[in-house]
């Protein structure tokens, strides 16, 4: 059974930084891609960052580039999403996914597997 378990959200002022992660289990993690989504009240979940299998090929959502850094260790089945400049826009529930293939993509239905999901809050 894939276990995705993401740690690492909490409080933070605008112009902070935080870093999540994203452990995972069940499946031979080094072979797909992953992703990061987030989802805001009254919002739909959207894309934020994903990463190719081997981790040298990214995509970033146009609000989070340049503020956001995604990568992955594969010897620890592990992958973050480091959060720098945080706005109060940025506050979610983030989430992170792993993917059906080995590309990173931004489509929702690309994804089979879901973490719970980790608050993120950004006060202005």
């Known amino acids: 059974q894939v276990q995705l378990v993401e740690s690492g959200g909490g409080l933070v002022q605008a112009g902070g930084s935080l870093r999540l992660s994203c452990a995972a289990s069940g499946r031979t993690f080094s072979r797909y891609a992953m992703g990061w989504f987030r989802q805001a009240p009254g919002k739909a979940r959207e894309f934020v960052a994903a990463i190719s299998w081997s981790g040298d090929s990214t995509r970033y959502s146009d609000s989070v580039k340049g503020r956001f850094t995604i990568s992955r260790d594969n010897a620890k089945n592990t992958v973050y999403l480091q959060m720098n400049s945080l706005k109060p826009e940025d506050t979610a529930v983030y989430y992170c996914?792993?993917?059906?293939?080995?590309?990173?993509?931004?489509?929702?239905?690309?994804?089979?597997?879901w973490g719970q999901g980790t608050q993120v809050t950004v006060s202005s």
């Open positions: 996914a792993s993917a059906r293939g080995i590309v990173p993509s931004q489509v929702y239905l690309y994804y089979d597997y």
